[in-house]
């Protein structure tokens, strides 16, 4: 992916299509930009799939300085908010991290969209997401290695350990003097 990145910044460079800066790169590399130069609709994607991993690194910066972040969640028609501290990135993905025995766990089974807030010295953040649990083992122990205090609580091998992804999430910035800011990913 980092090399694609850094040839979709030469197109960016090159917007005349000078070949001979192309050409230059090597005949594989060139053949992977005129491909991107030519299938605009792959382009696109590509870019987009770049915007979006900028997004969710931003939310991931802003989750991990706050430190502590509010879950909302719905139990019946009540909403239900607390504290999480976790937040992790792994394979392209976003995790936060909670035990199954919890109500927050059994909450999100019966309906897996929530929001997340976050507020740092007079800029907040919030995201509206689906939250969907990843049961494998990589993940989890990804998630306990970044987080190594809560080994004396969790296990990546135990029934209880629970790592969940946002998906289809749309985080806004916001602050009293700037204009919000929208992402998603």
């Not at 997004?55 to 879950?71: D, S």
């Not at 991290?97 to 909450?107: D, M």
Request: charge should be negative; charged fraction near 30%.
């Amino acid at each position: 992916m980092c090399d694609l990145l850094f040839y979709i910044s030469i197109l960016r460079i090159d917007k005349n299509m000078n070949f001979k800066i192309w050409e230059s790169l090597g005949s594989d590399k060139f053949e992977i930009l005129m491909n991107l130069s030519y299938n605009k609709v792959e382009f696109n994607k590509i870019l987009m799939e770049e915007k979006a991993m900028n997004g969710m690194q931003e939310v991931y910066e802003f989750l991990k300085k706050t430190g502590t972040y509010y879950l909302a969640t719905v139990e019946e028609d009540q909403p239900r908010v607390r504290p999480f501290g976790t937040i992790d990135l792994f394979e392209d993905k976003l995790y936060i991290q909670t035990g199954k025995v919890k109500e927050v766990s059994k909450q999100i089974q019966k309906n897996g969209k929530v929001e997340i807030c976050a507020f740092d010295g007079g800029k907040w953040l919030r995201v509206a997401a689906t939250l969907v649990r990843d049961d494998r083992l990589e993940a989890k122990e990804h998630m306990l290695q970044a987080y190594p205090h809560l080994g004396a609580m969790y296990d990546p091998k135990d029934d209880n350990t629970e790592v969940l992804y946002l998906k289809d999430a749309t985080a806004t910035f916001s602050s009293f003097v700037e204009a919000p800011k929208t992402v998603t990913f």
